[in-house]
């Protein structure tokens, strides 16, 4: 893994207010944990935010605490990658294009996770889903919004990552399958797009308190971890013009690996 660690490089790791001022980003699984301080994080730096995420509720809460911020106000995309096909995203793509002008970036934050389970005990529809959210929605969703994201003199891709070792142990199921092969799709791409305006970042956040962290390790109190804020600035950090020597870079905040 080609990681650099914050401290080894001196990075500060949180946009400075402005830092993405007229920079229009998609996150994806906007209401979740990582996603939710990530739209806040780049909200305070200016970004014009497109929110994607199946929880229509959860969205218009975080579009209400966005725009008390005085921050542009964002768009709101349900989808429910589940079930999201082809056609789904080329239609993302062409209504970003036609109500927003313009694509700057992209950080994938959704996860699904149903528990540790062991291999042979999980359904096979849990495990197409684990397999579809996890690896085959960021692909897709890549693929039909590269034409546009190109048109970008400066564009960013980000994927949220787990730790390799985690993903490669008992009963973590589709969901560390998917997270060992994203990682995969994230280094071939990063070497695809190694120049040019579409740059590719990876993060691996540190222990954080989410949901999908409770759900695998229910025995921790529930400020165990930190939340997942210093994450999420992180992620919208790579998002901005600062993060460009880190190009094809994971960011890995972790202490000690």
Known sequence: ???????????????EPGALAGRVLLLVGAAGGLGRATALAAARAGATL????????????LYDEIT????????????????ATPADYAELAA???????????VAFAAARFDGLTPLTLIEAETWLSQIHVNLNAPFLMVRALLPLLERSAD????????????MRRAHWGGYGVAKCALEGLFAILAEERHEGPLRVHALLPAP?????????????????QPPP??????????????AM?????????????
Do not use: I, K
């Open 155 to 166: 564009a960013a891709l980000a994927f949220a990552l787990d730790d390799p070792a985690r």
């Open 208 to 224: 954080m308190d989410t949901a999908l962290r409770r759900l695998a390790y229910f025995g921790e109190g529930a400020a165990a």
């Open 68 to 83: 008390a911020t005085g921050a542009p106000q964002p768009a709101l995309y349900p989808l429910n990658l589940e079930r």
């Open 95 to 105: 209504r970003l294009e036609s109500q927003m002008g313009h694509l700057d970036g």
């Open 245 to 257: 020597p880190l190009r094809g870079r994971v960011l890995d905040l972790r202490t000690g690996s």
């Open 50 to 61: 497109v929110l994607l995420d199946r929880r229509v509720q959860a969205l218009e809460a």
């Open 1 to 15: 893994m080609n990681a650099v660690h914050p401290a080894d490089a001196g990075l500060q790791m949180r946009p």
């Open 229 to 242: 804020d210093a994450a999420g600035a992180a992620l919208a950090w790579l998002m901005g013009a600062a």
